[in-house]
């Protein structure tokens, strides 16, 4: 097996060569597998890759999160090599020339990772919470979504494995013994601070979206548009106009579908 320092040179020098033209985004299926939290990141993979103008197919794979070097969707193949999640992906494009924020300063670079950090740390959280932890959606929605890509008795095992996961994550969050209410709260902390940092501005930095405004895309674009038995999430999110606006513009400048929002 490579050392780290080989897998590290031979992605620099990888990451030199020009974007190939047949790379592929694999995630789980959209209509019958994928999970919120998971559509969203992979939502906001496709959103940062049409900003930075870069070609790519989407191939469903029913087991593509064991497929992934991190265990986590979507990663990309581009030419010999497989990077995955959002921040991987984008640190692999920097590498190749192409940058979103390559004229904000010092300052704000870092206020971009750190709001970044924050939707990382309380909307994927609470979307993880809804979907393995709420008990209701998880028996109507999150047991039959996972578990439809296995037979009869794998998809309970798969099941159950993976809740496993979800809850020692949450337990070391300290978000497991949450209610309902707290979690909510916490979105709506998150929301508002995002829709300050916003302040009617087209975008989050300058007059141009950053990975920052994909990652918020992914997130509350899918929170808007999933069917759930709770709508919660959805209607802290329509609380703040300048989000909804910010989804909306995305939306239509790079996926041209821009009926979804309207309803």
Request: contains cysteine; neutral net charge.
């Amino acid at each position: 097996m490579p050392s780290p320092l080989i897998d590290t040179i031979s992605i620099e020098l990888g990451a030199q060569e020009p974007w190939p033209k047949d790379v592929k985004l694999f995630q789980p299926y959209e209509v019958e597998q994928i999970l919120l939290p998971d559509n969203a990141n992979c939502l906001a993979v496709q959103a940062f890759l049409k900003m930075c103008n870069l070609s790519f197919q989407v191939e469903p794979r029913a087991n593509a999160e064991a497929m992934s070097p991190t265990g986590k969707v979507p990663f990309i193949k581009a030419g010999l090599f497989v990077i995955a999640e959002l921040e991987g992906i984008v640190q692999f494009v920097n590498r190749k020339g192409i940058s979103l924020t390559d004229k904000l300063d010092d300052e704000q670079k870092s206020n971009l990772r750190a709001y970044m950090t924050l939707v990382r740390n309380v909307i994927e959280i609470a979307e993880l919470y809804i979907c393995w932890i709420d008990k209701e959606t998880y028996d109507e929605v999150t047991s039959i979504r996972h578990g439809s890509v296995h037979p009869w008795p794998l998809n309970h095992f798969q099941n159950r494995e993976k809740k496993k996961q979800i809850v020692k994550k949450l337990k070391l969050l300290d978000w497991y013994n949450k209610n309902l209410y707290e979690v909510h709260q916490e979105v709506e902390l998150c929301c508002k601070a995002l829709s300050d940092r916003l302040d009617n501005k087209a975008y989050f930095f300058m007059d141009s979206p950053t990975e920052l405004d994909a990652l918020v895309f992914g997130h509350l674009f899918t929170i808007l548009t999933t069917p759930l038995t709770r709508n919660d999430l959805a209607e802290i999110v329509r609380r703040y106009p300048s989000l909804i606006d910010l989804v909306k513009k995305i939306e239509i400048k790079y996926f041209k579908k821009d009926d979804k929002l309207q309803k």
